[in-house]
């Protein structure tokens, strides 16, 4: 069965911290990941990472991918509290499919 | 906001009745997709389509079915609401290029 798995499940931090989210994964056809930012509405995309140890990069944040180990990383440095949020990753398989893992819980505290 | 709109927003009903989701798009996209998300699951894919007549199943797709006459609607039905269908459900489209995917607003639905 496909697996997508983050951590921590959630996580607290002052502001101008550094954190970094974690994305394992198990999937029979990978094509790529993709990480997505939800606020108390819907998913925004962030980041599609396709190739290993490209990083891929927005502002603070960063991310990047290894398809040996079969993870990712989401790096946010000197948080603020508009990054409090809900992480989600996801994996593409072939087919046109996503498979989600069930989030990091993200909360900056001013 | 990739042109989806969502609707109802919000609907509450009781056990046992019918209630079918509507997602709207404005951009002729080909893939469209309902997902189900609850506290410590994330999303959950319950059916895609990939044209007009042409849809499959996705994880949790037992007790939805769904329909996709033209290009711009895909609708999500509930034949006969359970409680464990409470649940806030989003649409999403994809491009036909790429696999990231854009989500509509989203509906929260409570069964009573």
């Known amino acids: 069965e496909d697996k997508v798995v983050q951590s921590p499940l959630s996580l607290v931090v002052h502001e101008g911290d550094t954190v970094t989210l974690n994305c394992s994964y198990e999937?029979?056809?990978?094509?790529?990941l993709l990480w997505y930012k939800q606020e108390k509405k819907a998913p925004t995309f962030l980041f599609m990472l396709?190739?290993?140890?490209i990083e891929k990069k927005s502002g603070r944040l960063s991310s990047i991918l290894d398809k040996k180990e079969l993870f990712s990383i989401l790096n946010i440095t000197a948080t603020q509290t508009g990054d409090s949020a809900i992480y989600l990753c996801?994996?593409?398989?072939?087919?046109?499919?996503?498979?989600f893992g069930a989030g990091t819980i993200l909360r900056v505290k001013s | 906001d990739a042109g989806i709109t969502q609707s109802p927003r919000h609907k509450v009903t009781e056990t046992g009745t019918p209630v079918t989701l509507r997602c709207h798009q404005t951009e002729n996209h080909r893939y469209m997709y309902w997902y189900r998300q609850d506290p410590g699951h994330g999303l959950r894919l319950i059916h895609y389509?990939?044209?007009?007549?042409?849809?499959d199943k996705g994880e949790v797709s037992d007790g939805y079915s769904v329909s996709r006459s033209k290009t711009e609607d895909f609708l999500l039905t509930l034949e006969s609401a359970t409680s464990s269908q409470t649940s806030v459900y989003f649409c999403a489209i994809r491009l036909e290029l790429g696999y990231e995917q854009y989500f509509g607003p989203g509906t929260r639905l409570t069964v009573t």
């Open positions: 396709t190739s290993s140890g």
């Open positions: 996801a994996v593409g398989e072939y087919g046109n499919k996503l498979v």
């Open positions: 389509s990939y044209g007009v007549k042409d849809t």
């Open positions: 999937v029979t056809n990978f094509r790529s």
